[in-house]
């Protein structure tokens, strides 16, 4: 057994330890509003209930380790003291982390992670459609751990109002832990499903991807891709050029055989198996190369 000194260990390291062995985390995909009302929306795994009268849940925008500045979910947060917390399931959970990319300040990661905002009730940040469960939450009080790199920030949130999926409830009105299917955060790009097990999501690009916004509309309005398919196709920093598409096709006999029936269905499904494969790039040559 190794012994480490927690305050001699550099910080990132520190922190894959604590993430690697405290899990699996729930997920506060967190919607907040700045004072002009531009939607922020973020994900954070420092996250759970502590209470339920009165109903708290408390989530923490840790300070960035490598330049220890903070996230816009904080700044709006002292700011406005209103925050949507959404639950997160696997259905949407590669939006999700899409939506964890460092856009810059002003650009909607609705639009970007290509989730649906709904107006709340009570308060001023949207609620994401996609959600099983959406908490519109007061911000009570924020507490800050440090002022160094790393430090959390606990945001202490109270439950206004509550809004359920009927399609997560059972017989008896209460949540169906199989119907709604919910996933958690563990160290490095390892989540869990809870009714299925471990699997992984790569982490959104350093460089910014490309956003689920700009993905072209038949491919949006597809029967073929699931919200995690625009997730995986909105992850990427730029679209193969041309002559990639051509040299890929040229190569790749299947997908000449494909493209050749003009079907756009079968297009789609083409690139979907390069998707589940985990092979981004391929998947938007296969959908490029047919115009």
């Known amino acids: 057994m190794i012994t480490i000194d927690a305050k001699t260990i550099e910080t990132a390291k520190l922190q894959g330890y604590l993430q690697g062995s405290v899990g699996p985390r729930p997920i506060a995909f967190a919607s907040t509003v700045d004072e002009n009302g531009t939607p922020n929306l973020s ?40 925050v949507v917390i959404n639950v997160v399931n696997f259905d949407m959970v590669q939006q999700t982390s899409l939506a964890s ?3 810059a300040d002003g650009v909607n990661e609705f639009l970007k992670a290509g989730f649906t905002a709904l107006p709340s009730e009570v308060v001023k940040p949207f609620r994401v459609k996609e959600s099983p469960v959406q908490f519109e939450c007061k911000v009570t009080q924020i507490i800050a751990l440090g002022t160094e790199g790393g430090a959390g920030n606990l945001v202490l949130c109270e439950v206004l109002k509550i809004h359920i999926d009927e399609a997560v409830l059972d017989e ?12 958690s955060r ?14 992984e999501v790569p982490k959104p690009l ?43 096709v040229d190569q790749k006999f299947s997908v000449k055989a494909v493209l050749s029936s003009d079907d756009q269905q079968k297009v789609h499904l083409e690139a979907k198996r390069y998707l589940d494969e985990g092979d981004v790039l391929s998947a938007w040559k296969v959908l490029l190369a047919k115009k």
Not at 188 to 198: E, M, V
């Open 101 to 103: 990319t460092e856009y």
């Open 206 to 248: 350093s460089t910014l991807g490309i956003g689920v916004d700009a993905i072209p509309s038949h491919i949006m309005e597809s029967s073929v891709f699931d919200g995690n398919d625009l997730g995986k196709l909105g992850n990427i920093e730029a679209l193969p050029t041309p002559e990639e598409v051509s040299i890929f």
């Open 186 to 199: 563990l160290g490095g790009n390892w989540y869990s499903r809870s009714n299925q097990g471990l699997f």
């Open 172 to 183: 008896n009105g209460a949540i169906d832990q199989h119907k709604i299917d919910l996933v």
């Open 43 to 82: 994900p954070f795994s420092f996250f759970n209930v502590f209470s339920a009268n009165p109903p708290i849940l408390v989530f923490s925008p840790a300070r960035r380790v490598r330049d220890n500045s903070i996230k816009h979910t904080l700044i709006n947060c002292e700011a406005t003291k209103e």
